[in-house]
């Protein structure tokens, strides 16, 4: 089955965004993609030579886009659900998942691993998760990370969000089923009402081992607009109570 990377990106490091490449081509799995839309268009991460150099030589694998949708320009950091949306439309695998430009794939088996589980499920519409290990800028280790008392069920998505973006993978399906994130509604948190909207209708799958590297350093959009986001995360969680 094919997997695709999704890699939305803005203003990444070169040499961040090389790490999160390199951790995929180093993969023993080869039949993956990676999809990725820079919303940065006044200094698009292909103007790194380090960027670019690393696309000439796999130009197979990657399908890159530069774009800003008129109505996000003077709104970049709210856009990237919209720029997810966009490499999920784009996309061609059977298994997709996200990557963040800053963030590492995991141990070099991971994409061999990961399939070999979505084969035994079919296509129904599915959710595999796992552990996640956090690194620092150099990529050092900090800590792993485990989402609590698994298998998760909905209430515990209300209680407190589990998961960790590097460590998600899901099937065509999913989607198929239940649309994109909600990009305009939830511009900082669509991943949340995205969860909540799709968990009592999939099969949720996890498995105890580390999939995903998620890099923790100074640089977190999430982070330094902790009060727009934690306003829009308690409006999704009244809206799926309310429904419960």
């Known amino acids: 089955m094919k997997i695709s990377i999704l890699m939305p990106t803005y203003n990444c490091p070169p040499e961040l965004f090389e790490k999160a490449l390199l951790s995929v081509f180093v ?51 709210n856009s990237y659900y919209d720029a997810l949306n966009w490499c999920i439309e784009n996309s061609t695998g059977d298994i997709l998942t996200v990557l963040s430009s800053d963030d590492e794939r995991g141990d ?33 280790h900090i800590c792993f990370k485990q989402p609590p008392n698994p298998p998760i069920i909905f209430d515990d998505i209300l209680r407190d969000n589990p998961f960790y973006t590097p460590s998600l993978f899901w099937n065509r399906a999913v989607f198929d089923k239940f649309g994109l994130f909600d990009a305009k509604n939830f511009p900082w948190c669509a991943d949340l009402d995205f969860y909540l909207k799709t968990w009592r209708g999939i099969d949720g799958i996890y498995i105890p081992r580390i999939i995903g590297k998620y890099r923790h350093w100074e640089v977190s959009q999430q982070r330094d607009n902790g009060l727009l986001a934690g306003a829009e995360g308690t409006k999704i969680l009244e809206k799926w109570r309310a429904l419960r």
């Not at 691993?113 to 150099?138: A, H, Q, T």
Request: charged share 30%.
């Open 27 to 77: 993969q023993d799995y080869d039949d993956y993609e990676i999809v990725i839309k820079d919303g940065n268009i006044d200094q698009p991460a292909a103007t790194s030579q380090i960027i670019r150099d690393l696309f000439g030589r796999n130009s197979d694998k990657i399908k890159y886009y530069a774009a800003v949708e008129s109505a996000d320009r003077e709104n970049h950091q």
């Open 108 to 140: 070099p088996d991971t994409l061999r691993y990961v399939n070999s589980l979505f084969e035994l499920y079919g296509k129904v519409p599915m959710c595999l998760y796992g552990g996640c290990e956090w690194i620092n800028r150099d990529g050092e």
